[in-house]
T-cell receptor, first 115, second 113 residues
Framework: AQTVTQSQPEMSVQEAETVTLSCTYD???????LFWYKQPPSRQMILVIR??????QNATENRFSVNFQKAAKSFSLKISDSQLGDTAMYFC????????????FGQGTILTVHP | DVKVTQSSRYLVKRTGEKVFLECVQD?????MFWYRQDPGLGLRLIYF???????EKGDIPEGYSVSREKKERFSLILESASTNQTSMYLC????????????FGPGTRLTVL
């Protein structure tokens, strides 16, 4: 079974600065996908970014980018130019290539952006 | 925009009651999921369904059952609610082909007294 670990329960950052959230995972599979989801306070969870394991290039979505280290089984999220609206709980998630879309989530990291 | 709705935002029930949580999606998605979210544990999958009348156990199915009679609707049933089922319940949907974004509902915060 796969496991996903987020070792930072809480993080904080000043507005306009850069922050990196950590995620490690454990799997014996070679074909899989990794995701970061964001859950703002009292709002619905939404997808931030995703990475296919077969792609060597790190995914980027505007101010959000990942550092995917397949051999180390590490998948960190970097948020550049942090904004107040980035304040949220962030979840790292793993999907096997054969799982009908079933996700395994990490414990979550609460990120607070301070003005 | 994809919309996933859940029948209640907040629910208070008594121990032993039968509880129904309903989820509806409007994007004709094949897959639907029920998670519970607890502090320090993240989201844990209870049940999922990849087609009408199909269901598969997730990681923590004990004490729960599900029903999917129509493609757009996925119900979670607590046959006899217990206090350890007090939690936030999230529904999600996605198309079948991986990798696909899961679209989440707003959640139901269930308290069992």
């Amino acid at each position: 079974a796969q496991t996903v670990t987020q070792s930072q329960p809480e993080m904080s950052v000043q507005e306009a600065e850069t922050v990196t959230l950590s995620c490690t995972y454990d799997t014996s599979e070679n074909n899989y996908y990794l995701f970061w989801y964001k859950q703002p306070p009292s709002r619905q969870m939404i997808l931030v970014i995703r990475q296919e394991a077969y792609k060597q290039q790190n995914a980027t979505e505007n101010r959000f980018s990942v550092n995917f280290q397949k051999a180390a089984k590490s998948f960190s999220l970097k948020i550049s130019d942090s904004q107040l609206g980035d304040t949220a709980m962030y979840f790292c998630a793993f999907e096997s290539g054969t799982s009908y879309g079933k996700l395994t989530f990490g414990q979550g990291t609460i990120l607070t952006v301070h003005p | 925009d994809v919309k996933v709705t859940q029948s209640s935002r907040y629910l208070v029930k008594r121990t032993g009651e039968k509880v129904f949580l309903e989820c509806v999606q409007d994007m004709d998605h094949e897959n639907m999921f029920w998670y519970r979210q607890d502090p320090g544990l993240g989201l844990r999958l209870i049940y999922f369904s990849y087609d009408v009348k199909m269901k598969e156990k997730g990681d923590i199915p004990e004490g729960y059952s599900v029903s999917r009679e129509k493609k757009e609707r996925f119900s979670l049933i607590l046959e006899s609610a217990s206090t350890n089922q007090t939690s936030m319940y999230l529904c999600a949907s996605s198309i079948r082909t991986a990798p696909d974004t899961q679209y989440f509902g707003p959640g139901t915060r269930l308290t069992v007294l």
